[in-house]
């Protein structure tokens, strides 16, 4: 059994506008290691920067929801503001035009993975939360079997057996969906 | 589109979307009330001209005696804010 299905983007966005302060705190969470990974991984930005765009994403969101058309598109409109913000700091320390920067081939395919992997975030959302926990800690905060183990009050035997099975879990859900890219909830 | 995923290339995915720094993210979540914050110290610098004279004087100073906290965000806000 999954998880019991989290708020959709588009009622999360809803919910913010209405004003709810803990639906506030979870749209930034849903979104900030993507919003954080397109800075650091895909334009790599140094940390000050990064900080700058980052913070600067969230400041329009939440001053421009009432501007999003279709709640269930926050996700691109997100991804879009990210990458025009990095592109618009990339320009100011050069003399060059946002729209004159070019990314890398490499860049390119990493954005792309970026957003893949937020597909697989999104389905880990929806795996029993030991499963989310323990692959969360091996793969996205590197922890190693022993603190996992230490940490979760599990046997250190059963570390990777159950990451195994959380794996194919996710597996299976990821190919339960209708593919990747229209893998949201909404 | 449907793709396969092994088990391999999964765990890189996953590797992909680490956890923001926790500084970062709590100063995103917090923008609610420092928007307020912000709006009440606009509210009163124009309803109190000492108050606006003190901003302007010396931004951090005023703020810290007003009670708030002065960020660099929140300063560079106010700044754009009141000029």
Do not use: H
Request: glycine fraction near 4%; charge should be negative; hydrophobic fraction near 40%.
């Amino acid at each position: 059994m999954g998880q019991p299905p989290a708020l959709t983007d588009a009622e999360l966005v809803q919910r913010c506008r209405e004003g709810d302060p803990d639906a506030w705190a979870e749209l930034v969470n849903r979104f900030s290691r993507y919003v954080y990974a397109v800075c650091v991984k895909g334009f790599r930005l140094g940390d000050e920067d990064a900080e700058d765009v980052f913070q600067e994403v969230f400041t329009r969101v939440y001053t421009r929801l009432d501007t999003l058309r279709d709640d269930a598109a926050v996700r691109p409109w997100i991804a879009q503001l990210t990458r025009r913000l990095c592109l618009d700091t990339l320009a100011s320390g050069s003399r060059e035009q946002p729209s004159d920067i070019e990314l890398t081939p490499e860049q390119e395919r990493t954005l792309e993975e970026l957003d893949e992997a937020f597909d697989v975030r999104e389905a880990l959302a929806v795996l029993p939360e030991p499963c989310q926990e323990i692959l969360d800690r091996f793969f996205a905060r590197d922890q190693s079997y022993r603190t996992i183990s230490a940490e979760l009050d599990l046997p250190s035997g059963t570390i990777a057996s159950r990451i195994a099975r959380c794996l194919r879990k996710l597996r299976d859900e990821l190919e339960g969906r209708s593919g990747p890219s229209e893998g949201s909830r909404e | 589109m449907t793709r396969a995923y092994d088990e391999e290339r999964l765990g890189e995915l996953l590797r992909l979307l680490r956890p923001a720094p926790v500084g970062w993210v709590q100063a995103a979540q917090e923008l609610p009330a420092a928007r307020r914050s912000m709006d009440e110290i606009v509210a009163r610098a124009e309803a109190d001209l000492a108050f606006r004279e003190a901003l302007i004087a010396d931004l951090e100073i005023a703020l810290e005696q007003a009670g708030y906290e002065p960020d660099r965000r929140l300063l560079d806000e106010l700044r754009k804010r009141l000029a």
